[in-house]
Structure formats: structure tokens, C-alpha cells
């Protein structure tokens, strides 16, 4: 089979769909991606296949305007008030634009059998349609359906598209059973016929490690992040509160701050503070105390798959306000508001999420949950022999033998 990966160009968009198209190459199936930017990047960096799709249009440059509106403040309060879907659909609509005919010429070019993506990425659903592909729906976090408003601002810019295009034929859901679904949203355009569970891979790219992140504590390690864009961590700004929530708490602070530019941040930085660019979070986690963060779902879901109690400060008017709500929804830590973030509160939290056994074992809990949820192999597998059965359908129909060598 020939599976066509793809998501908008941003890094945390592509990460989390790694594990299985690593899994679906080592099954001996074929896997394209199809990104730019920094997502493409990380797709090399994988070890996998990537082809450019949106980036002679400048395809990101919609989700930075978007940034921009929800630092802000003028993106809603929460990921599905109206303003804030009308809004996300606009913006994420147009990367969409920006990237379909790419995705489109690559699909036929190559042949493609599925396409696999985030529910965000509403223009992979399309380019499936369009292909006769299956449509894999990847989740990263609560299970949701493509993302209808930047559906429909596709389909409505486009009159050689049709007017409705059908759910994904698979759904993928990483969400552990326990963890309520705060941002859930209907499902108007159908259900996948296939619906799989699968254990969230928390892969967060690759670099290198430096040998103090092996080396034995002296005092409690805490992982500080908000993401790799500027708006979440409002150049610096909010590191810079934490920091000065932790001032007098014995511990080490690492900020990994990826590409965002930090001149907010203290200058010089306290000497208990080590700020990282790229590390691998997963292993820097697993040896570590706690983590305060902007609730990205893939942070989230990470620091719970290490067992880590958290302290969540979610960006108002995104998804990420609901992921924090798990926290205080599982025990396992503390959702705190970056409108009003108050250093002793901060404070609070975090030594809470260092000393509290209660969060600790809360956290523990999720961790077991998440690890006996099917593995990445088994749900390739599964995936496998659905799409098979699908190609083999539509080579029917259309009276053409199996092309020998496929799989």
C-alpha cells in the first residue's frame, strides 16, 4: 500500500502521526510525506520520505497570522466558542488552499491508497475524496472530526470542488479512556466506518542530548515550556513569571523554548536555569520532576505517558484550554490562566506537582492507561488490511488488476 502523510507545515501538527508511518515502513508499505517548512523537516530527521506541499505558496503563513490574533486576545476564550471555530476555520482553511493542489498532483503522481492526517488539516480529507483514497483521520489529542468550518471555507472557495465531501473511512484515537473530551465537537459529516484506539507515540524529533541530562539530581529537575512560536510564550514573558515563581524553590529549571525568540526572558538567566533550544521531550521527562507548559496536546499527553505530575497554562481561545483541563480532571496536577497567571499561585502548583503523592499517583494511573492501549504495530496492521480492502474494492470497480510489487 502507498500511504500519503501529510499535515499543515507546523512541527507539532506532524509529530505525532511519526510513529505510524514509521511502523507502516517498516511493515514494508510505501509512505510519502507531504509538508514544508519545519514539519518536513522533522519528517527527514525521522527517516522518512517527504515531497514539498505548499511551500512555493508560503502555506504556513496563515497559522503565524493566526498566532497572532489569539496573542492578542482576539481569538475567543475557549477551542469551540464560535468565535474561536469561525476564526481557526478561516485560517486553517486557507493553509488548506494553499496546500490542496500540491497535495492533489502528488496523490495521483504517486498513487496514493490512504492519506493520513490531523484532524485540523481539513484539505487532506478533500485531496482523499478527490484521489479515491481512504482518509485516515490521525488524532493527537481528544478525538475529533476533520475540522468542518475549515471544510466548508475550503469547499465554498473552490467551485470544482463539490459541495460536501464524507467523513474519513478510519478514525484514530489516542486519547487514554479516563480523560474526559473537553473540546469535543459533533460529528455532521458522518462517522468513520473504522474506529481505532491506539497508544499515543510521544515522538518529539530527534536531537542530541547532553550528558547533565543523564547525570544524577542534586535537586528536583522541572521542565518549563510553551511551545516553539512566540505567541505562546509571549517572547519570554511567561517563562520569565515562572521563573520568578520558582525564585527560592530549590530546583533546576530547563526551558525549551524550540525556535521562539525569548528577549522578555531575565537577562542574565539565574544560575539554577538552563535554557535548551531542541531536546527530545520524552526523554527529558523521563528525567525529570514536573513540567509546567502551555498544554499542547502532544506535552500534555508526553509528560503523562512519563508518569510526570504537570502545571498546565493553557492559550486562551485554542485547544490547548481544554487539554489543561485534564489535570485537574485526573489529579494528576493543576490548570492555572495566563490572563491572570499570580506568582504565589504559580508557586503553589508547582510545589504541589513536586511533593503531592496524590498528583504523583494520579499521574502514575494515566501512564498505565495509556500503555495498555493497542500498539502502534497492531493498529498498522489493522489499518493495513482495511485499506487493502478498499484498493482491491475500487480496482474492481474501475476493472484493473493489482499492480504486482504492491503491497
Known amino acids: 500500500m502507498r500511504y500519503l502523510i501529510t499535515s499543515m507545515p507546523v512541527l507539532s501538527h506532524l509529530l505525532p502521526l511519526v510513529p505510524l508511518a514509521q511502523q507502516l515502513v517498516l511493515d514494508g508499505h510505501d509512505v510519502l510525506v507531504a509538508?514544508?517548512?519545519?514539519?518536513a523537516d522533522a519528517a527527514r530527521r525521522a527517516g522518512l520520505t517527504t515531497v514539498d506541499a505548499g511551500g512555493s505558496r508560503d502555506a504556513r503563513a496563515p497559522y503565524d497570522r493566526l498566532l497572532?490574533?489569539?496573542?492578542?486576545?482576539?481569538?475567543?476564550?475557549?477551542?469551540?466558542?464560535e468565535d474561536s471555530l469561525t476564526l481557526h476555520g478561516e485560517y486553517f482553511g486557507e493553509v488548506g488552499l494553499r496546500m490542496l493542489d500540491d497535495l492533489l498532483e502528488i496523490g495521483r503522481a504517486w498513487g496514493a491508497d490512504a492519506v493520513v492526517y490531523p484532524g485540523i488539516h481539513s484539505a487532506a480529507l478533500v485531496a482523499a475524496h478527490q484521489l479515491g483514497a481512504v482518509g485516515i483521520l490521525h488524532g493527537y489529542g481528544s478525538p475529533?472530526?476533520?475540522?468542518?468550518?475549515?471544510?466548508?471555507?475550503?469547499?465554498?472557495s473552490?467551485?470544482?470542488l463539490p459541495d460536501r465531501v464524507p467523513e474519513a473511512g478510519i478514525e484514530i484515537d489516542v486519547l487514554p479512556p479516563s480523560l474526559p473530551n473537553f473540546a469535543e465537537l459533533p460529528w455532521t459529516n458522518g462517522v468513520p466506518a473504522h474506529r481505532l484506539t491506539m497508544r499515543y507515540g510521544s515522538f518529539n524529533g530527534a536531537a542530541d542530548v547532553p550528558r547533565w541530562l543523564l547525570g544524577e539530581r542534586e535537586v528536583p529537575r522541572i521542565v518549563l515550556t510553551c511551545g516553539s512560536a512566540e505567541a505562546q510564550s509571549r517572547r519570554g514573558a511567561t517563562y520569565r513569571q515562572i521563573l520568578e515563581a520558582l525564585d527560592g524553590t530549590p530546583c533546576e529549571a530547563v526551558i525549551l523554548a524550540g525556535s521562539a525568540q525569548l528577549d522578555l526572558l531575565p537577562d542574565p538567566l539565574?544560575?539554577?536555569?538552563?535554557?535548551?533550544?531542541?531536546?527530545?521531550?520524552k526523554f527529558t521527562l523521563d528525567h525529570s520532576d514536573t513540567i509546567v507548559h502551555h498544554a499542547g496536546s502532544g506535552t500534555v499527553l508526553t509528560a503523562f505517558d512519563s508518569g510526570l505530575t504537570q502545571v498546565g497554562i493553557p492559550m486562551p481561545g485554542t485547544v490547548s484550554v481544554g487539554n489543561a483541563r485534564w489535570l485537574p480532571a485526573s489529579g494528576a496536577g493543576t490548570m492555572l490562566d495566563l490572563g491572570a497567571l499570580d506568582t504565589d499561585e504559580l508557586a503553589k502548583a508547582v510545589v504541589a506537582a513536586l511533593t503531592s503523592p496524590e498528583q504523583r499517583a494520579a499521574a502514575l494511573a494515566v501512564r498505565r492507561e495509556i500503555h495498555d492501549m493497542p500498539?502502534?504495530?497492531?493498529?498498522?496492521?489493522?489499518v493495513s488490511a482495511i485499506v487493502a480492502e478498499h484498493s482491491a474494492s475500487r480496482q474492481?470497480?474501475?476493472?484493473?488488476?493489482?499492480?504486482?510489487?504492491?503491497?
Open 396 to 407: 474492481a470497480v474501475n476493472g484493473v488488476e493489482p499492480v504486482g510489487g504492491r503491497r
Open 270 to 281: 539565574p544560575s539554577w536555569v538552563r535554557l535548551e533550544r531542541w531536546l527530545p521531550l
Open 158 to 160: 473552490r467551485p470544482d
Open 68 to 81: 497572532d490574533i489569539i496573542e492578542s486576545g482576539n481569538a475567543g476564550h475557549g477551542p469551540v466558542d
Open 144 to 156: 475529533l472530526p476533520t475540522f468542518e468550518p475549515a471544510l466548508a471555507h475550503i469547499l465554498a
Open 375 to 382: 500498539s502502534v504495530r497492531e493498529v498498522a496492521t489493522r
Open 35 to 39: 509538508t514544508s517548512g519545519a514539519a
